[in-house]
């Protein structure tokens, strides 16, 4: 059976016992925190639209992804969530989002060094993320790289 075959099967048969229709399925919903926050939702600020709030969640993703060049972004993206009044909690997920991704393009190559975990570490107190929430997440996307790789991830 193919890579691709068996991720399909797997999310299937997740989606299936979950209930869960969508294709993209949500990291977050064993926290019972939704991970997929829609940049079109209403924001506490009536002044910030949906073009704000897409391009603030672009450069956080940016910000993540290129992460440590990008370490002096961080303190922009703190200063425009706050002038631009974004809802706290759609940052708390859009945050959380991020992070999750991050840790998803590490335990890719199912090998996590050391490096990469004090680059995991340095990332979530760049974001704020809380170390309980940051170790669920880890140990969530863990299990499911393990599920679909049919193996370990080395060095968690």
Same mark, same amino acid.
């Given at each position: 059976? *193919?890579?691709?075959?068996?991720?399909?099967?797997?999310? +299937?048969?997740?989606?299936?016992?979950? !209930?869960? *229709?969508?294709?993209?399925?949500?990291?977050?919903?064993?926290? !019972?925190?939704?991970?997929?926050?829609?940049?079109?939702?209403?924001?506490?600020?009536?002044?910030?639209?949906?073009?704000?709030?897409?391009?603030?969640?672009?450069?956080?993703?940016?910000?993540? +992804? /290129?992460?440590?060049?990008?370490?002096?972004?961080?303190?922009?993206?703190?200063?425009?969530?706050?002038?631009?009044?974004?809802?706290?909690?759609?940052?708390?997920?859009?945050?959380?989002?991020?992070?999750?991704?991050?840790?998803?393009?590490?335990?890719?190559?199912?090998?996590?060094?050391?490096?990469?975990?004090?680059?995991?570490?340095?990332?979530?107190?760049? /974001?704020? /993320?809380?170390?309980?929430?940051?170790?669920?997440?880890?140990? !969530?996307?863990? *299990?499911?790289?393990?599920?679909?790789?049919?193996?370990?991830?080395?060095?968690?």
């Amino acid at each position: 059976m *193919s890579f691709l075959d068996k991720l399909k099967r797997v999310l +299937e048969d997740r989606h299936a016992l979950a !209930g869960i *229709s969508a294709k993209r399925p949500d990291p977050g919903a064993q926290s !019972g925190v939704s991970l997929s926050p829609d940049p079109a939702a209403p924001d506490s600020s009536a002044s910030t639209t949906g073009y704000d709030r897409e391009q603030w969640r672009r450069k956080l993703r940016r910000a993540v +992804e /290129l992460y440590p060049r990008t370490q002096a972004e961080f303190a922009n993206l703190d200063s425009d969530e706050k002038a631009l009044a974004l809802d706290s909690d759609w940052v708390s997920a859009c945050k959380q989002e991020e992070f999750t991704w991050a840790i998803r393009r590490i335990v890719a190559d199912r090998v996590v060094t050391p490096s990469e975990h004090d680059r995991l570490d340095e990332i979530r107190e760049l /974001l704020g /993320l809380d170390e309980e929430d940051a170790a669920a997440i880890l140990h !969530g996307v863990v *299990s499911d790289a393990e599920t679909v790789f049919d193996g370990n991830i080395e060095g968690i």
